[in-house]
């Protein structure tokens, strides 16, 4: 079985920069569609970027162009570079992985067949 842990959030002020980090543990055999999802309080879960079994990556658009996936495949640790941040961006970020090799349109995080517990951001003003 998979295991996942973040790391990497803080507090930042707006326009500031982060690297989340997520090592991935256990069965890592097989390279399924993983990705990066946040949740902020009362809101819905929401998919961010992912990169497939050919490390194709896929953005939704609130995230396209700050934020880059990108993962280092002998360390088994998957990243998100998060740039230019708003006050809109403050959540509890979390790595996910499905059980497919190709991700789903959109990354919807209730597919998730594994995620960790996340690390949360705060930007201010």
């Known amino acids: 079985q998979v295991q996942l842990a973040e790391s990497g959030g803080g507090s930042v002020q707006a326009g500031g920069s982060l690297r989340l980090s997520c090592v991935v543990s256990?069965?890592?055999?097989?390279?399924?569609?993983m990705g990066w999802f946040r949740q902020a309080p009362g809101k819905e879960r929401e998919g961010l970027a992912a990169?497939?079994?050919?490390?194709?990556?896929t953005y939704t658009d609130s995230v396209k162009g700050r934020f880059s996936i990108s993962r280092d495949v002998s360390k088994h640790i998957l990243y998100l570079q998060l740039n230019n941040l708003t006050p809109e961006d403050s959540a509890t970020y979390f790595c996910?992985?499905?059980?497919?090799?190709?991700?789903?349109?959109?990354?919807?995080?209730?597919?998730?067949?594994?995620r960790g517990q996340g690390t949360p951001v705060t930007v201010s003003l």
């Open positions: 990169l497939d079994s050919d490390a194709i990556s």
């Open positions: 256990g069965n890592t055999g097989r390279e399924n569609c």
């Open positions: 996910g992985a499905y059980g497919w090799r190709l991700c789903p349109p959109g990354l919807p995080a209730r597919y998730l067949e594994v």
